[in-house]
């Protein structure tokens, strides 16, 4: 995407020469993140909402489950399916509709890190009868855009994942061998949720001449020559961030995701230890994600009263 507001030469030079340097301009070294804030349920009348604030980037991701209907559920796999909007207001990038292309780049990047069998299995839950399945719909609207909005999705999507709660409603069957769902009666104790802990998060590995850096704000995504995005699902009980070796880690993780966005290529013989940056970067981002999901679990429960209502309405078709 074309930047609409440019930085100086002379900030470039200041920020390339401090990555130079491994000290970035907000003090911060190259593996570091900015801080981040994780909400949960933060939007009324979703199956599961999170708010994600990475430095300044700020983020909102919903889920709401729709029945559809099929000639037959066993001929698909269920998939979670994305769509990102960028705020007109997010960055001065974003007016008109110059958004549209970042947020295609993200909802594209989310789906190919989502496209793998290994990733919620548990979705088949929701393949409720032969004819009728819940389609899986992740919203995601950037609010204010300062770089990273890859890694930050990835982390909102699998936090509203994790708050996403649903209802398996009894299939009555019908004529010709379609089906109607009917709400059970005691809705309130039949509240279900996902294990998310395959769920993947995504990393991006930026590079400007032979350094690699983690979380780059959005003076900092105009001076870089290559993007790489990783997305991995680490393995459970499984604890490998002390290996070095590229076998090893990978053997270790899923990787859900190896893509490069940008022109310039990373050197082949450099890619082996970048790789290993990423998967490393992505571990301990999904470490701390889950520690935080269950900090969240033992906070008080918030009233069920509206998540009911919202499947009572998508009942009603």
Same mark, same amino acid.
């Given at each position: ?226 993007? =790489?995005? &990783? #997305? $991995?699902?680490?393995?459970? *009980?499984? %604890? ?5 070796? !590229?076998? +090893? ?25 970048? =790789?290993? &940056? #990423? $998967?490393?970067?992505?571990? *301990?981002? %999904? ?5 935080? !999901?269950? +900090? ?22």
């Amino acid at each position: 995407m074309e930047n609409i507001v440019d930085i100086s030469q002379a900030e470039k030079v200041y920020a390339v020469d401090g990555i130079h340097q491994g000290l970035r301009n907000d003090g911060r070294g190259l593996m570091d993140f900015r801080p981040i804030v994780v909400e949960f349920g933060v939007m009324p009348n979703t199956h599961g909402s999170a708010r994600v604030r990475l430095g300044q980037t700020d983020l909102i991701a919903a889920i709401k489950l729709r029945m559809r209907q099929v000639k037959d559920t066993e001929d698909f796999s269920n998939r979670v399916d994305f769509y990102v909007t960028c705020s007109a207001v997010a960055s001065p990038d974003f007016a008109g509709k110059h958004g549209d292309e970042c947020a295609q780049r993200i909802a594209s990047l989310l789906r190919k890190a989502y496209r793998n069998n290994v990733i919620l299995p548990e979705l088949k839950l929701l393949k409720l009868s032969k004819d009728r399945y819940y389609q899986t719909k992740v919203d995601i609207l950037i609010l204010q855009y300062d770089g990273n909005a890859v890694d930050a999705a990835s982390v909102a999507a699998k936090a509203a994942l994790s708050d996403m709660k649903f209802i398996i409603p009894t299939m009555i069957a019908r004529d010709k061998g379609k089906t109607v769902p009917q709400m059970p009666s005691k809705a309130r104790s039949q509240l279900k949720s996902l294990d998310i802990s395959n769920v993947p998060v995504i990393v991006t590995l930026n590079s400007v001449g032979d350094n690699t850096f983690l979380d780059a704000t959005l003076e900092e995504e105009q001076c870089v020559g290559g993007v =790489l995005h &990783v #997305g $991995i699902v680490p393995k459970e *009980e499984e %604890n490998f961030m002390n290996e070095t070796e !590229i076998k +090893e880690l990978t053997e270790n993780c899923y990787i859900t995701l190896l893509k490069n966005t940008k022109p310039s290529i990373f050197h082949e013989e450099k890619f082996d230890e970048i =790789l290993t &940056v #990423g $998967i490393e970067a992505a571990t *301990e981002l %999904n470490r701390a994600l889950m520690l935080r !999901i269950e +900090e969240h679990k033992r906070e008080p429960k918030k009233n069920a009263d509206e998540r009911i209502e919202s499947f009572m309405g998508d009942l009603q078709f």
